[in-house]
């Protein structure tokens, strides 16, 4: 009754409500907009007639559009009561999902209290459970919210201390049961679909569908050899579209498939061996000391892990991770488990545990929190699979040239030679010629060790505006060499040592020894670059020791031990690592408990950003020249880490409950270490590749503003004149207002001030807004970045615009401001090593992983070189791939073009093109050329402007019509000349008879015609055969060369010496009897290709003809060329003070 009455509630005045769509949102993912639908019986009946009557044809029309067929069949319903939804993507994409229903009550696998205590609340409608399943994720309707919602484990809504305490055991079988029949099997299953299935699909696909529809067209004219070349062509696209479909989807499948045992605890305690795919959400599952592939994401609740997380990151640095039991911070203890929060206790599916440490006796143990395509793989992979729509205007162009060409048709003499006209504009090979060049650059791509898993941002590749660079393993070298030390002494700075060797054994020699998360793997300590660095230098031993009692537990414990190797001081103590708070990024430090051997003292080591110890520090304890000895290593380039540490007093009951608050406060500050990051040397070669290009290069880093400033300046993204502006908001006090203040920095890298008043005596800087000037770098840290997104959005656009140097930036941060950009308009690149970085590298157009690893989900592009060079090498080879696409349409739109004027004339005659003409024009003349002209590859510089990117723009549209005049002109002028001869003769034809007969009546007419027009089919194959600065000269393809010299030779002799039986057989055509005409027709061909080849080439890309033609049809330029210009316009006087009220 109760559910009877609240859907009384939805009725009447709320009904016409109910029809609206209704938004889901949910974390990670893209919100949704959903219509309900009903069934129709009346409309289902009628749709049915209307299939039949219409032989299949609106069939295949739903097929093609299932939205239409859903409105037409269905009605719009409150979605309690739907049949299907209807689904709106956030780029307006409508799907169809049709809802499923469970039934549950309890004699079913999952039983009403079952669902209950998984889902934590009823949604159960007369004993139903409805869902719809959306890009591999599932939506419950709920029938108490009246909404849907995504599916997720229980155990992401779980406290972590229940995680810890309640969920040790595992789940029954019954549990098991009925979770797998919610949760389905723990499978990304990327289906290779069969051969025959594939080619079914293609074949409905609605280009394929056409080329059915010209095949039956051709037949109409009994034109036999060249139907078959339309079959041989549109199979070769076929071929073509369902290589590359075939290629990625086994691709995907070698990265998401496998089938692994598990072993899982269950609440006996026994452990039971499971297939991977039989997991749930809940499930316990044992982590082998030898380590194994994970299979699931499971958060670890005893003992740690050494893992590699190369398949998601890119990143093949081994990671410590620590039990989630260690973490018991009065603010965490009672947090709700995030896997992005809780990262460093978390085990990914597709990452690879190398080794594992007991925790005492007991086993390591870990829970699963999602399986299957909810895992952070299987996100990454539904990233892959269903990819946010990158149309290139291109392609759209392409579509409206077609449809243009249709409509100029409509005007033939019969329906027969209108569909003729039709077959003509949509040529078999264009698909082909829209991705090949992709396909060869992919090719090519991979010799080259840049490895793709979306082929189509290739292209994307090739226009890029901007391109983002991580710093530490991308611009500068993966391991940083220490530089020096420098401890602290009575609140003082000592002289820097080079090497911890030579020092006695204090806290700021613990601290190196202890402060880290190394392991030995396979006989060698392994772990974070600097970690080794830093162990090294001190000189000590790393050992993992077995049965270790520490006095904090009691318990027998394996612990990492690291003493004094034999050469060093032997009275320094030997300490056990009992405890670990590994690095976080949000937090910029990491500790240790450590206990000292055989005393037994306990103290805590802490290392991290400076700025963050000092922070964290005993204020008496920190030196008074801290901020001026930090700033004068990093703006020379250097890194710095800051140690710190802390005794622990008897007091302390037991190690294992000191939290991470409690620990990381009240510090004792030791000192600093100096670490040199170098340079990687192809950096500055690159970057000036770059913006000698006109592409924009910005650095975003997590390292110190003052470092970040100073390796661009060494890299090349700032130049010794430019004027470097930081943008900050100083800490306001009671009675100053939140401000963004300008101010400029003076480095040593010899960056000018330029107009920027600076009063060193009492180091204030005046406050002002810069004036704009190409010249100027804004350079800011995410704290402020974070502030201008919260509180003065309308100074964002202007930050992106101008801003080199983003610094401190936490990974959100980094894909924020990727998303920033292309909110501008920019086409974005991103480039790291994956780590940090995989929101940016995904988000971004075209994102490269530098990564050992071949393939990685953690962005589209990943190169085995490791170093930024493969960021040029990819946009050449999308520059490459989209001029070939480019050059291609243009050609098979004069193809059409010469085809459509060559048969019209031949009309006019009263003749028809013969079925070897028809032959020769598709296999020899259109089919090579397709195949052939993409394989130079791309040129060897980058060009300074992007290539084109649309049809429709004014240069793309004169050259076309131009070249269509140029062509008509030549054919008529072969008309005429021909009729100028004394042999000629007027042969009459009956028009109608000759064309439904699909008969050649000869004449001289159409002789010339036919002569002519193969020359001019050759003369645009070379003619927009892509060339420099995108792509490498004809000869540097020798196949394309070959076919192009054999085609000219063949055309020349046809015309200037044919044998005229195989003339007469080949073409059916009349024998010119004067060689002297023969040779005119060769000059007005050559005339024809010197006129078109001057325009192209010198008179189109001359920039005052340019802005000739920009002055008939303006084109709009993206929103950072506008503001960028509009900068440059504005001379009105600014205020001298950029102050944001922000009260007012």
Known sequence: MAEKSHVDRVGNSSFRRSLEPLLIEANQLDPIKCWGYCRNTLRTVITYVL?????????????????????????????????????????????????????????STVTPNDLELILRKDVLIQGELRFFCYQK????????????FVLRAPELHTSCEKLCRELQSGLSIEKVKARREIFGLNKLTIAV??????????VLNPFYAFQVFCVAVWLGFEFWTFTTVIIVMTLITLGTSLYAVRKQSITLQEMTESYLKVEVLRPDGNTVTEMEDQLVPGDVIIIPPSGCIMTCDAVLTNGTCVVNESMLTGESVPVTKVPLSSQKSASEQNDIYSPERHRCHTLFCGTQVIQTRQSGNDMVKAVVVQTGFSTMKGTLVCSILFPRPMEFKLYRDAMMFVGAFIALDRTRMSVLLTLDGITIAINPLLPVALTIGMLYAQIRLKKQYIFCISPQRINLSGVLDVVCFDKTGTLTEDGLDLLGLRSVTDNVFSSMESTATSLPPCPFLHTMVTCHSLAIINGT???DPMDVKMFEATGWTLEEMEGKVDSGSNQRRQVTSVKPSINLDQHASEFAILKQFTFSSALQRMSVIAQSQPLGELAGFVKGSPEMIASLCNPDTVPEGFSTVLDSYTSEGFRVLALAWKPLTDDTTSYQNITRDELESDLTFLGILIWQNKLKPESLPVINELQTSNIRTIMVTGDNILTAISVAGQCGMVSANDTVIQVYMPPADETSKDQLEYKTIIQNIAIVNDGMATNEEDGQETLMRPTSSTQEHYVLDGKTFAYIQDRCPQELPTIVLKGTIFARMAPNQKQELVESLQEMEYCVGMCGDGANDCGALKTAHAGISLSEAEASVASPFTSKIPNITCVPILIKEGRSALVTSFGLFKYLAMYTYIWYITVGIFKWFGTYSTNNMATFWGIALGTPVVLLMGRSGPYDKIADTKPPTRLIRAPTMFSMIFHVSILTITQAAAVFMVRGETWYTYINVVTDEGVSGGNFYQNWETTAVFLIANFQYVIYCVLFTPVRPYQKPIWKNPLYLIYLVVIMCACSFWLLAPLEKLEDYLWGIQHIPEFKFRVMLFLLFLANAVVSF???????????????????????????????????????????????????
């Open 137 to 148: 994720l599932k939506y419950i309707w709920d029938a108490e919210t009246w909404s849907f």
């Open 525 to 527: 300590i392994q772990g």
């Open 51 to 107: 299939c039949v009557l219409s032989l299949g044809f609106l069939v295949l029309v739903f097929y093609w559009k299932p939205n239409w067929k859903l409105k037409i069949m269905y009605v719009k319903c409150h979605l309690s009561r739907a049949d299907a939804v209807l689904i709106q993507d956030v780029y307006q994409r409508e799907h169809v999902k049709f809802i499923q229903s469970l039934k549950v009550n309890d004699e």
């Open 193 to 202: 679909k069969p051969i025959l299935v594939m080619l079914v699909q293609e």
């Open 1094 to 1144: 001057v325009v192209e080439f010198l008179v189109i890309p001359r920039k005052t003809f340019q802005k000739f033609l920009r002055c008939w049809r303006k084109e709009s330029l993206p929103k950072f060329e506008t503001m960028r210009l509009d900068m440059q316009m504005s001379s009105k006087p600014v205020s001298e003070q950029c102050c944001l009220d922000l009260e007012n």
